[in-house]
């Protein structure tokens, strides 16, 4: 059986994502990062998340939000799923702390947004 989703389960499973990557990074520094091999593989997972998420999500919807560099997003999950050994744990921790928390507050924006006026 094929789940059919709309575009508030796509962006709920990015700030859920989100959230998970900065709680796991809550206190700790690069070099936790760069050295804890579970909290890595948990942080990797969790962009792959959001990169996968924001590949379902509809042109309609990324077209309205375009000061977010939704091709990117996905292109990171491409990198992080297909040249993973090419991800450098400086390029890992900009993502944490400079594109994460806005992404977050654009998501959760959309998700209000769409709760009161769905495009369906």
């Not at 560099?69 to 491409?78: K, L, M, P, Q, V």
């Amino acid at each position: 059986m094929q789940v059919t989703r709309n575009e508030t389960a796509w962006l709920v499973d990015i700030d859920e994502n989100i959230g998970i990557a900065l709680d796991l990074m809550r206190h700790r520094t690069q070099a936790h990062l760069s050295n804890d091999v579970a909290l890595r593989y948990a942080v990797h997972q969790a962009v792959l998340i959001i990169a996968e998420a924001v590949r379902h999500l509809p042109p309609s919807v990324t077209a309205r939000y375009p000061e977010i560099a939704w091709r990117d997003i996905a292109s990171t999950g491409d990198l992080l799923c297909h040249e993973y050994f090419r991800i450098d744990p400086d390029v890992m921790w900009s993502i944490l702390r400079e594109h994460l928390p806005p992404l977050q507050k654009a998501v959760r924006k959309m998700i209000q947004e769409f709760k009161q006026s769905p495009l369906v």
